[in-house]
């Protein structure tokens, strides 16, 4: 078995490459072909050392994950659903603005945490993704959309951890992976673009602060711990008055920064004024110089065994004002992709199993199939 150098951030490539006796700089260059040129043949890094190759050859490979279908949006959105084994599948979304390209990547197949209103927490939790299947989602997104846009350049500015599963419920696999986005011989994205949500996971909050404090998403969903301990699980174990410390806290790691709040709008659930109120209240008991949080009001995503209803626009309109009033920063957030079912975890919409998982990829197979002429060039299989 060789080993996957994707799975790498700089300096378990150097180790690797020490293993076999070379010196950090080929561990430089090696990885500025993977990352930066997309290369997956050692053959083509021209200015390795042949003996080099020749190791490399023996021991290493570069492997993304087989794509099972790609499905792109007429506003340009596009979807790619990867096949990780065993059944299970997960999602990457690109969303190209004006200003940024931005790609939202999963970090587990499935989730442990079960929030209700999430498809993927209803799907349960399968497993961990490595380093490396976290960075090839990254990987081949950007080398398919230069090559498809027939340019060198970078296409994606900006990376979220908004996909399936809890970002910081993979914490060691996560942090190599921030690290391969982060490094100027990878992706070379700064610290602000990119983001870990969170559902509130606050000791490893805490760690990441220390370990690597890029841009942080919290999604709060409710104002106080009777309706959040209902909605997202994890509350019962981390309530609210601790994730608001956290949040404290990795802004003094990260002085000049905002965490985002994420707030899912659920029609009679969670989004009445009411709620407003409890939601600048707590917000209030933080004061800090400056604006250090944001509020992202997201229109729910409903899925039949959700219960759940999305709130009318009026309604998520008429909250946002109120947090507007009180001077907190709000935005609602455009629902994307929504022709292609791009919203980040809807893949598992009607999944109530994994048996339906397979089923439903072998259908996306076919829409695929059915579909080529209509959207982008079919990946060729990575
Ligand atoms: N597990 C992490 C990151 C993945 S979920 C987290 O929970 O933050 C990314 C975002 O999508 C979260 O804010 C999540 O609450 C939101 N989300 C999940 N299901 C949704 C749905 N059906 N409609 C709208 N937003 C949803
Ligand atoms: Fe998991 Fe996030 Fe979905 Fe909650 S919202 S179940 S934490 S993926």
Not at 205 to 212: G, N, T, V
Not at 296 to 320: D, E, H, K, Q
């Amino acid at each position: 078995m060789t080993t996957n150098l994707l799975e790498f951030d700089l300096d378990g490539l150097a180790a690797f490459c020490e293993r076999l006796g070379e010196k950090r700089f080929r561990a430089t260059q090696l990885f500025r072909w993977i990352h930066q040129r997309g290369a997956t043949e050692f053959d083509q890094m021209s200015d390795l050392a042949k003996s080099l190759r020749g190791k490399l050859a023996g021991s290493a490979h570069v492997q993304g994950l087989p794509v099972i279908s790609q499905h792109a949006s007429n506003d340009g959105t596009i979807k790619w659903l990867f096949d990780v084994g065993e059944g299970n599948a997960v999602e990457a979304v690109f969303i190209p603005e004006s200003d940024r390209g931005t790609l939202c990547i999963s970090s587990q197949a499935g989730c442990a945490v079960g929030c209700r209103f999430c498809s993927t927490g209803h799907q349960g939790f399968s497993r961990n993704l490595t380093t490396g299947e976290i960075v090839a989602q990254l990987w081949f997104a950007e080398h398919f959309l230069r090559k498809h846009l027939k340019t060198e350049d970078r296409v994606i500015s900006n990376v979220v951890m908004m996909g399936m599963g809890e970002p910081l419920q993979n914490y060691n696999a996560l942090v190599p992976a921030l690290r391969v986005m982060l490094d100027d011989h990878g992706y070379g994205l700064s610290r602000r673009r990119v983001t870990v949500s969170t559902s509130g996971v606050v000791p490893m909050i805490d760690r990441l602060a220390q370990d690597c404090p890029v841009a942080l998403a919290v999604s709060l969903h409710a104002p106080n711990n009777l309706l959040r301990d209902n909605l997202v699980p994890l509350n019962r174990k981390y309530p609210l008055a601790e994730l608001m410390e956290s949040c404290n806290r990795y802004l003094e790691h990260a002085p000049r920064d905002f965490i985002t709040f994420e707030y899912c709008m659920l029609d009679g659930v969670n989004d009445q004024p009411q709620h407003a109120q409890e939601l600048i209240a707590l917000v209030q008991q933080y004061r800090r110089p400056g604006v250090w949080c944001k509020f992202n009001l997201i229109p729910f995503n409903p899925f039949p065994a959700s219960g759940l209803l999305r709130s009318p626009m009026a309604r998520v309109t008429a909250f946002g004002k109120l947090l507007s009033d009180a001077g907190i920063v709000t935005t609602v957030r455009k629902t994307r992709g929504d022709d292609i079912d791009a919203a980040c975890g809807q893949l598992a919409g009607d999944v109530k199993d994994r048996t339906q998982v397979v089923k439903r990829i072998a259908q996306q197979r076919m829409v695929m199939m059915a579909q080529v002429p209509s959207v982008v060039e079919p990946p060729k299989g990575v």
